[in-house]
């Protein structure tokens, strides 16, 4: 967080406070996150895409982030972010304690991050010691690199621009500069064109959704008959996770061992465990082109249970359709 006096420097450009002054050494820049930009929705909509991919990514190794400015600047996160993204294994200390062990750590995650993005350090517009310091946009750059990297489908807010203030200090004092900073990019038309059928599916086609969900129905019937199982309710029937998975398993070819998971879940926990263990299969097989929550499945959102279901329907009924071609949209 910026120093309180800050703020007074923001309101009161002419006079600087001397806390401020005295974290800049002499011919250092550092730039400023006005209130007014961090209370930018669109600024705060991208947090907290950003923040739900994370916690969703890192779910089965129960790591929660909550503050993308205050839980990353040591590296352990962006370790195990980086790790299950790119399946590279990083020589460093799982547990780094010291702040020079923590920024040895973040200097190996960011060396190999770069090499994956194919950055150079001089032309990144992140660094260690920005990082390291908990400047945010330096952190949320990274971030969207490495989610339009692993993640293209994610639906990052489009055109996000902040207004940041740049402090120099030198031999005369504080010199400050007024710029904007561009976190994503424009949208396009093709960006338009990729949007998530389902989010456009519940807007403008809610008299469809029942239409596709009888079909849905019909076709994960067909497929657990043989295990003597059927669905009446796609909303409430997936939430723990079970029949999810012995779905997966008839469609897929996969035997899963009972240890694997819970047949009879008791606990919020327990489905938890049977969802997450269903997405990462799908994922695993390249189904899963949009990112889902998996509490959002066992909390019966609708829509994200249809959008799994869905990804299943695409490959294992639509390429039995006449013309052996699978139809990309459920209109």
């Known amino acids: 967080m910026e120093p309180e006096s800050f703020y007074n420097l923001l309101q009161l450009p002419r006079k600087v406070d001397p806390p401020v002054a005295e974290t800049l050494a002499q011919g250092e820049k550092r730039k400023y996150l006005p209130p007014n930009s961090r209370k930018d929705p669109k600024f705060e909509e991208l947090q907290k895409v950003l923040m739900e991919w994370i916690n969703a990514e890192l779910l089965p190794e129960h790591i929660v982030v909550r503050s993308l400015e205050e839980d990353l600047f040591d590296g ?84 996000v621009q902040v207004e940041v203030l740049t402090m120099e200090s030198t031999k005369s004092g504080l010199k400050s500069e007024k710029s904007v900073e561009q976190l994503t990019e424009g949208s396009t038309d093709t960006d338009q064109a990729s949007k998530d059928i389902f989010d456009e599916l519940f807007k403008l086609a809610p008299e469809k959704v029942n239409a596709l969900k009888e079909t849905i129905v019909n076709f994960v019937n067909q497929n657990l008959d043989r295990l003597g199982l059927s669905v009446q309710n796609l909303d409430t029937q997936f939430a723990d996770g079970v029949i999810l998975l012995l779905l997966i398993g008839q469609l897929e070819g996969f035997f899963l061992h009972l240890k694997d998971f819970y047949l009879t879940p008791n606990s919020p926990a327990e489905m938890l465990h049977n969802v997450t263990l269903a997405l990462e299969l799908l994922k695993d097989e390249g189904l899963l082109k949009y ?36 139809r990309g949209s459920p209109h």
């Open 291 to 326: 990112p889902v929550s998996p509490e959002d499945i066992v909390n019966k959102d609708a829509k994200s249970t249809l959008r799994v279901l869905y990804s299943l329907f695409c490959k294992h009924k639509l390429k039995e359709s006449a013309d052996g071609g699978p």
């Open 76 to 159: 352990l996160i962006l370790h195990h972010l980086f790790q299950k993204l790119s399946g590279l294994k990083l020589n460093v200390e799982e547990i780094a304690l010291t702040s020079a062990s923590q920024r040895r750590k973040l200097t190996v995650v960011l060396e190999a991050a770069n090499k994956s993005l194919q950055v150079e350090e001089p032309q990144a517009k992140w660094s260690v010691e920005s990082i390291f310091s908990k400047d945010l946009l330096a952190t949320l750059h990274l971030l969207v690199a490495l989610a339009k990297r692993f993640q293209p489908s994610l639906p990052l807010p489009a055109d």
